[in-house]
C-alpha cells in the first residue's frame, strides 16, 4: 500500500492551497501507466495523446480543436496561453458556411470557472459573434478510437512521478501529458528553464493552481524562457489585480528582450491601449 499512499499524496490536482469547490471535485481514479524499460508495448502519452485526437470523429459540419486547458485558460502545443481572441482569430476563417460547431476538445472548457463567470466554450462562441461553440464538463480522457469521457475526482493516482508512458490502447489522461513536470520541478528544473516553464502549466492544467502556475512562469521568465515570460503577462493582465498590469508590462518587456514576437506584439498592443485611455481622459 506505500507507493499508492504516497501517489495518493503527490498526485492530487485539487492540492490543498487551490480553491476548486466549485467544480464539484471528490473521489479519486488511478491512471494507468507502464514503463519503457519494462515492456515493449509502452508508449509516451504525448504521441498516444496525438493519436486518439487525430481519430476523433469529424465531418463538414463540425470544426474540432484538441488542447490543453483549464476552466480559465487554454494552451497550444508549446504551451504558451492562447487568449479567446487568440483562438476566435484561428476559427474564423474556418468557418466556410458549412461548419455549424465548434468543438473545444480540452478539460474543462464547457464548465464556468465561478458563479456567474462563463465557460472558455461560451467565451470563443461570443468572440465569434454568438457562434456555437461546446467544451468539455471536466479532466479529459481519449480512447485509441477517439472517443472520449469526462472525469472530475479530486486526486489521481499513478505509480511513479517521471514522464507519462502508458500500455499500448489504454485510455490517455489528457491534463498529466501535461501534467507530469510539476513533479520533476524541484529536483532538475533549477537548471533547466523550459521545465520549469512546463512545470507551470501544469500546475494550471493538472492541478489547477493559478497562484502556483504563476509564481513558476515567473520564475522561469527570470531564468530565461521567453512563453514563460508571455503566459505570467497574460495571467496578470487577466488578473488585473492592483500592480498586475505594470508587472504584465514588465514581463512583456522581459519576453522581449528574450528575442519573443508575440510578447513584441503584446506590448505594443497594451501601451496603444494605454495611449488611447490617457487621450481619451484627456479630450473629456
Given at each position: 500500500?506505500?507507493?499508492?499512499?504516497?501517489?495518493?499524496?503527490?498526485?492530487?490536482?485539487?492540492?490543498?492551497?487551490?480553491?476548486?469547490?466549485?467544480?464539484?471535485?471528490?473521489?479519486?481514479?488511478?491512471?494507468?501507466?507502464?514503463?519503457?524499460?519494462?515492456?515493449?508495448?509502452?508508449?509516451?502519452?504525448?504521441?498516444?495523446?496525438?493519436?486518439?485526437?487525430?481519430?476523433?470523429?469529424?465531418?463538414?459540419?463540425?470544426?474540432?480543436?484538441?488542447?490543453?486547458?483549464?476552466?480559465?485558460?487554454?494552451?497550444?502545443?508549446?504551451?504558451?496561453?492562447?487568449?479567446?481572441?487568440?483562438?476566435?482569430?484561428?476559427?474564423?476563417?474556418?468557418?466556410?458556411?458549412?461548419?455549424?460547431?465548434?468543438?473545444?476538445?480540452?478539460?474543462?472548457?464547457?464548465?464556468?470557472?465561478?458563479?456567474?463567470?462563463?465557460?472558455?466554450?461560451?467565451?470563443?462562441?461570443?468572440?465569434?459573434?454568438?457562434?456555437?461553440?461546446?467544451?468539455?464538463?471536466?479532466?479529459?480522457?481519449?480512447?485509441?478510437?477517439?472517443?472520449?469521457?469526462?472525469?472530475?475526482?479530486?486526486?489521481?493516482?499513478?505509480?511513479?512521478?517521471?514522464?507519462?508512458?502508458?500500455?499500448?490502447?489504454?485510455?490517455?489522461?489528457?491534463?498529466?501529458?501535461?501534467?507530469?513536470?510539476?513533479f520533476v520541478q524541484e529536483r532538475v528544473g533549477s537548471d533547466d528553464p523550459e521545465l520549469m516553464m512546463l512545470a507551470a502549466a501544469a500546475w494550471d492544467v493538472f492541478f489547477?493552481?493559478?497562484d502556483k502556475a504563476l509564481a513558476s512562469f515567473e520564475q522561469a521568465a527570470a531564468m530565461g524562457n521567453a512563453i514563460a515570460a508571455y503566459?505570467?503577462?497574460?495571467?496578470?493582465?487577466?488578473?488585473?489585480?492592483?500592480?498586475?498590469?505594470?508587472?504584465?508590462?514588465?514581463?512583456?518587456?522581459?519576453?522581449?528582450?528574450?528575442?519573443?514576437?508575440?510578447?513584441?506584439?503584446?506590448?505594443?498592443?497594451?501601451?496603444?491601449?494605454?495611449?488611447?485611455?490617457?487621450?481619451?481622459?484627456?479630450?473629456?
Amino acid at each position: 500500500m506505500k507507493p499508492i499512499l504516497l501517489a495518493l499524496c503527490l498526485f492530487s490536482p485539487a492540492a490543498l492551497a487551490c480553491d476548486t469547490s466549485h467544480l464539484g471535485l471528490s473521489g479519486s481514479l488511478k491512471v494507468e501507466t507502464c514503463s519503457p524499460q519494462e515492456s515493449s508495448d509502452c508508449i509516451n502519452a504525448a504521441q498516444a495523446l496525438y493519436e486518439y485526437s487525430e481519430a476523433i470523429a469529424d465531418s463538414d459540419a463540425l470544426f474540432t480543436i484538441a488542447l490543453q486547458a483549464n476552466p480559465w485558460r487554454m494552451y497550444d502545443g508549446q504551451m504558451r496561453i492562447l487568449t479567446v481572441e487568440d483562438l476566435a482569430d484561428t476559427i474564423r476563417p474556418q468557418l466556410d458556411g458549412k461548419v455549424e460547431r465548434v468543438e473545444l476538445i480540452g478539460s474543462w472548457t464547457g464548465v464556468s470557472p465561478a458563479p456567474g463567470v462563463p465557460s472558455l466554450a461560451e467565451r470563443v462562441s461570443k468572440a465569434l459573434g454568438g457562434f456555437p461553440v461546446t467544451g468539455e464538463d471536466g479532466f479529459l480522457w481519449l480512447s485509441q478510437d477517439g472517443t472520449r469521457r469526462t472525469t472530475r475526482q479530486a486526486f489521481t493516482l499513478r505509480e511513479g512521478a517521471g514522464a507519462y508512458f502508458l500500455p499500448k490502447n489504454a485510455d490517455v489522461f489528457s491534463p498529466l501529458v501535461a501534467g507530469w513536470p510539476a513533479f520533476v520541478q524541484e529536483r532538475v528544473g533549477s537548471d533547466d528553464p523550459e521545465l520549469m516553464m512546463l512545470a507551470a502549466a501544469a500546475w494550471d492544467v493538472f492541478f489547477l493552481c493559478p497562484d502556483k502556475a504563476l509564481a513558476s512562469f515567473e520564475q522561469a521568465a527570470a531564468m530565461g524562457n521567453a512563453i514563460a515570460a508571455y503566459n505570467a503577462a497574460t495571467m496578470r493582465l487577466e488578473r488585473d489585480a492592483d500592480g498586475d498590469r505594470d508587472a504584465a508590462i514588465k514581463l512583456l518587456e522581459r519576453g522581449v528582450e528574450l528575442g519573443d514576437d508575440r510578447s513584441r506584439s503584446r506590448l505594443k498592443a497594451e501601451r496603444a491601449g494605454e495611449r488611447s485611455v490617457r487621450m481619451g481622459k484627456a479630450s473629456s
